[in-house]
């Protein structure tokens, strides 16, 4: 059965950090295209990063790159989105998300309707 689960999330103060993890299964976690995404009321859905587990390599929105960082642990089918210096904006549902390589390296990792399997959500809330 393939399980994404988040965890992690949280309340914090504008300029604070959050780690944000995702544990899968291990057949999700071995070389799949995995992203988080996040939604906030009224909004759609928004690709926020993305790493191909076969390579390692990353993907970044531009509103988070230098902020937020994606990484991997394989001995524990884990992803991970480290947050820092978070802002008011940040405030979403943060889910994570699981699909054939393709979606990466093919330029898709920030479309949401490109992934299969996803996770049931982790409520991520920043006060300025």
């Known amino acids: 059965q393939v399980q994404l689960v988040e965890s992690g999330g949280g309340s914090v103060q504008a300029g604070g950090y959050l780690r944000l993890s995702c544990a899968a299964s291990a057949y999700i976690h071995n070389s799949h295209c995995m992203a988080w995404f996040r939604q906030a009321p009224g909004k759609e859905r928004e690709g926020v990063a993305a790493i191909y587990t076969g390579s390692g390599s990353t993907y970044y929105a531009d509103s988070v790159a230098g902020r937020f960082t994606i990484s991997q642990d394989n001995a524990k089918n884990t992803m991970y989105l480290q947050m820092n210096r978070l802002k008011p904006e940040d405030t979403a549902m943060y889910y994570c998300?699981?699909?054939?390589?393709?979606?990466?390296?093919?330029?898709?990792?920030?479309?949401?309707?490109?992934?299969?399997?996803w996770g049931q959500g982790t409520q991520v809330t920043v006060s300025s």
């Open positions: 998300a699981a699909d054939v390589p393709a979606v990466c390296y093919g330029g898709s990792w920030y479309r949401s309707y490109e992934y299969s399997y």
